[in-house]
C-alpha cells in the first residue's frame, strides 16, 4: 500500500503534535517502565524506541483513537520484549543482575515523590483561580480559614467549603495518576 504524500504544513503539525505527545507521556510512560524492568538504563533505551517508533507512524496519528492507551500498549510490549531477551540470553542477563541493585531503591522513591509531586501540581493549575489561591493560602502558607476570609473578604464557612472540595478534588486527581501494569 503506497503511502500518501505529506506536505509541508502537515509535516509540522504532526511535528507539533509529536512533541506535545513526547512532553505529555515521556515521563509517566518512563516511570511505567521503570516499575516493570527496575532498570533506568533499560526504562530510558524503551521509552527511546517507542518515541522513535511513534515518529515513524506519525503520517497515522489521526487514525489512532486513543494515544494514551496506545503508547502504554507499546511500552508494555518493549519491556516484555526486553524481558525474553534477558530470559533467552545468558550474557545480557549476567549484565543485568550484576549491575541491578536489588536492596530497597531511592531512585525508585525519588520517582514515585516526583511522580506525586507533578501530578498534584497538574492538578492544583486545573482549581478555579478562587479555590486554587485558598489552597496555597492554607496549605502553602500555613494561613488559618479565618486569615484567608479576612484577605479575600469572604466568610470563614466560604473558605472551608473550597478548602475541602479543593483538598477533595486533588485527592481523586493524584490516586488516579497512578498507573499499574
Known sequence: MK???I???????????FTAYFRLYEYPLYCFALKTIQSEILARDIIQEVFIKLWTVRDQFSTITNIEDYLYKMVRNKVVDVLRQLANDRRLRAEYFNDHQWEESRTYDNM??????????????????????????????????????????????????????????????????????
Do not use: W
Open 3 to 5: 503511502r500518501k504524500e
Open 7 to 17: 506536505t509541508n504544513g502537515e509535516e509540522l503539525l504532526l511535528q507539533e503534535q
Open 112 to 181: 514515585i515523590a516526583k511522580e506525586y509531586e507533578f501530578a498534584l501540581s497538574e492538578a492544583i493549575n486545573q482549581l478555579p483561580p478562587q479555590r486554587r489561591i485558598i489552597y496555597q493560602l492554607s496549605q502553602v502558607e500555613g494561613r488559618t480559614r479565618n486569615e484567608i476570609a479576612e484577605k479575600l473578604s469572604i466568610s470563614p464557612s466560604t473558605v472551608k467549603n473550597q478548602l475541602t472540595a479543593a483538598l477533595s478534588y486533588l485527592r481523586k486527581i493524584a490516586a488516579g495518576q497512578i498507573k499499574l501494569f
